[in-house]
């Protein structure tokens, strides 16, 4: 941390929030103070963090994690992050993630994926999900599947509830065919959740190639704009 100290003396990062400058805010763009005041009251009620499956349509994932949930503080660091490029804040995103780590240590994945933003890199290459990618490919020395493509060039946040379901069946697909994918656990990192309809289908092309198990966590939970 020799080197945050340094480069804080000369260049300091303030809190995105309310503009005071310390530890915290070199680290995550998020100071202390507004990081007991918002983040952690959501980690005194850590529990396991995992999404309620919907009852009311088929589900090809197993499981679905999240980190922290979307309040008016959260959203407005979100867009930040997403829009603005306020890169630090990936790592307000990721606190918590070797809490969540502990959940797969009785099924460790074989493999890590991205769930692709766009059909290629554009004005805004960036994924929110990165730096939490990066994190636990260090952490458990497991590959990324980088086969993965968005086929569509249609933004799924711009689309109602239903038009989600039938935008993501068309969306994605695999570059590789003769991938072996034969009982492997795939991990798929996304930055929100808000109905599923993106990671079920994922979910949904791992499975026809073969995969036991697709778990995935996300950044954010979301109830929806």
Known sequence: MRGVRFLSFFFPKFCVSCGRSDFFSEITAVCKPCTKQNYFPQKQNWNRRQVNPPADRFVFYDQVFY??????????LFQSLKFENERQLAEYFCLGHRSLSRQFLGDLPDLLALVPSSPKSGPRPYHASFALLGK??????????????????????SLGFEKRFFHAKKAFQFTKSDRIMEGLHVLIVD?????GATINEIARLYKQSGVRKVSCVVLLLSGGD
């Open 136 to 157: 636990w490919k260090k952490l458990w020395k497991i590959r990324e599947d980088t086969s993965l493509r968005k086929v569509s060039s249609d933004k799924q946040s």
């Open 191 to 195: 930055d929100i959740f808000t109905t």
């Open 67 to 76: 980190l922290q949930i979307r309040n008016d503080f959260e959203r407005t």
